[in-house]
């Protein structure tokens, strides 16, 4: 499907929109009031559809001050968020950039995301070993105030050791898994050489042992998979700080295209893609790929675009937007 409009028609509002009803929050803000309609009580989204073949309603409801509420097909569900494990969708915006341009913290919550997406028992690994990290931090600034015993940090250090071996190798296995697919979805968009490189090793209880006058008297833990990066790159270029705006912007495509091909490959049903925007800055023959891997994969996506003309095929719906509407045409 393309939504075309011109600027400031509603394009991105329908995209978000989907993404709340399928995921239970906005790709781009925490911040759910500034989703509802400028003057109003509160915004209602209701989305039928098809998954696995058989048909799904949502409806995700947002009150001011209110924690927003979902149901899946009649049934309410304990936090819109629930719905992130039900209903799989991959969103491209423009701000996505970030997972390449951005700092380390940026790409290890991105991937960690793509591990519970890929691994769904592997979801809750990274915020326990955060949880984790944050009680051993504790400990090591109680304990150099004088608070507690040096001890006391010993069954954290056990703790977020083994966790955070844990956490290395689900991320390790991920990058394995993830570099080839995105390898063969980037030399399909002509980034050639592209690959993924997980740089970190886990920290063992005798490391985090030796470091632990350095950890008091920053009162923070200095090694371990929080301060690790997963390179990005193509032809030994690291894409972060040598890879250009369009470079930048096929590799977030690429990742997102390889993890749509490695759902498949695992059984699941295909993704829903939310791709905004992404047309522009793609070259013709880019845009003309971009669509047939799209169509050869299965999944069913929204692109926005300002004009039709800026998809080389015809898309089978074409949903034209204007300021409180839209409209589809086949
Ligand atoms: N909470 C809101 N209530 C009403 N209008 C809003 C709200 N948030 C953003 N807008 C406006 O909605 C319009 C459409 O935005 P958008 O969907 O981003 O357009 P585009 O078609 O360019 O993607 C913009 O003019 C924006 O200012
Ligand atoms: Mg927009």
């Known amino acids: 499907m393309l939504a075309v409009g011109s600027n400031g028609a509603g394009k991105t509002n329908l995209l978000e929109s989907l993404h709340v009803a399928t995921q239970g929050f906005s790709p781009r803000t925490r911040s759910d009031a500034q989703l509802i309609r400028f003057g109003e009580a509160g915004a209602l989204v209701a989305v039928t559809g098809e998954h696995r073949g058989s048909s799904v309603a949502v409806e995700v409801t947002l009150r001011p001050g209110e924690a927003k509420r979902a149901r899946l097909n009649g049934a309410s569900l304990r936090a819109a968020e629930e719905l992130r494990t039900r209903l799989p969708t991959l969103v491209f915006t423009p701000d996505r950039l970030v997972i390449v341009k951005g700092g380390p913290a940026v790409r290890r ?100 042992e030796a470091r632990v006058e350095q950890d008091l008297a920053r009162g923070s833990t200095g090694a371990g998979p929080h301060l690790h990066d997963i390179a990005i790159v193509a032809g030994e270029r690291d894409l972060r700080s040598f890879g250009s705006q369009g470079e930048q912007r096929l590799a977030v495509l690429s990742l997102l295209l390889a993890e749509v091909d490695l759902l498949a490959e695992r059984g699941s049903a295909p993704p829903l893609l939310l791709l905004d925007d992404v047309l522009s800055e793609l070259d013709p023959e880019r845009r003309a790929i971009l669509a047939a891997t799209i169509r050869r994969s299965g999944a069913q996506a929204l692109l926005t675009a300002t004009s039709a003309g800026a998809l080389p095929v015809d898309p089978d719906v074409l949903i034209r937007v204007t300021p409180g509407q839209a409209v589809a045409s086949a």
């Open 109 to 208: 919550a991105y991937f960690d995301r793509t591990l519970g997406r890929l691994f769904p028992s592997r979801a809750a690994m990274s915020a326990d070993y955060a949880s984790t990290l944050a009680q051993r931090n504790g400990a090591l600034r109680r304990v150099a105030a004088g608070f507690s015993p040096r001890d006391a940090l010993e069954p954290w250090t056990g703790r977020i050791a083994e966790l955070g071996a844990a956490l290395v190798s689900a991320r390790s296995e991920l990058v394995a898994l993830l570099s080839p697919a995105f390898a063969r979805a980037a030399s399909a968009l002509r980034l050639e050489d592209a690959e993924l490189r997980y740089e970190g090793t886990a920290a063992s209880p005798e490391e985090l």
